[in-house]
């Protein structure tokens, strides 16, 4: 497979605005087929991920996408949280849509180390995100970099497609065919144990483990908090 095969980034170029407006009106974030009966949606991780890390912490939503909704809905909660995206079009979006958070986005290339020293954040965001990046990029780059730039004790909230190869589905809230890298779900937790992380396991009524849903388009994803031990 080419490693530099685009995934999403002519997307996002030609549907920033249309995706920040999707993402803000939570239009593709209820959940389907869900393996934790409090997993509903977008809200419940949101929620969840608040319960986990206190107010005031540093954050990171690494592929924040086109307007970065996470990171102004944190920082309005109180986090001292910026967001990272590699496409132009997408920070633009979100520069425009909320001028408070415009010095706390910026372009940055996932696929490349990232700019940060070791152990600056207490949690890292990374929803739905090296689906568009090739295997070996992910787990060579860009999981080890998100586990470097957060401290012993962070905070990992990690989405991902999960199967076999590379999907093709089209999206009806944008007329197009999208693109997805699928991962291995055990793939992606032996990296993460490899790194020091620990998956945040459910508790009672709360969001926890390895969980799964569907999204409207459909697709089958991964989400899980990691906390990292070491």
Not at 107 to 122: E, I, P, Q
Not at 178 to 193: G, K, P, T
Request: proline residues 3%; hydrophobic residues 40%.
């Amino acid at each position: 497979m080419d490693e530099d095969l685009d995934f999403s980034e002519s997307f996002y170029r030609q549907h920033a605005q249309r995706y920040a407006e999707v993402s803000h009106k939570f239009i593709q974030s209820v959940y389907t087929d869900v393996s934790h009966p409090g997993l509903t949606g977008d809200m419940d991780l949101i929620k969840r991920l608040q319960e986990l890390v206190p107010k005031g912490a540093r954050g990171l939503d690494a592929g924040c996408g086109a307007g970065a909704r996470d990171v102004f809905h944190f920082w309005q909660e109180g986090y001292d949280i910026y967001g990272v995206d590699a496409v132009a079009e997408n920070i633009a979006e979100a520069r425009r849509l909320h001028p408070d958070i415009a010095s706390r986005v910026s372009v940055a290339d996932l696929r490349k180390s990232l700019d940060y020293s070791d152990g600056y954040f207490d949690f890292v965001l990374c929803n739905a995100v090296i689906q568009h990046i090739q295997p070996t990029i992910a787990m060579g780059t860009t999981l080890p970099e998100l586990a470097r730039v957060l401290n012993v004790g962070g905070l990992l909230q990690l989405m991902f497609k999960y199967g076999v190869g590379v999907a093709t589905v089209h999206d009806v809230d944008y007329g197009a065919d999208r693109v997805f890298q699928l991962y291995s779900v055990d793939d992606v937790l032996e990296v993460l144990e490899g790194r020091g992380f620990r998956v945040v396991p459910k508790e009672g009524d709360a969001l926890g483990g390895v969980m799964y849903f569907k999204d409207p388009k459909p697709m089958d994803h991964c989400v899980l908090f990691a906390r990292r031990e070491s």
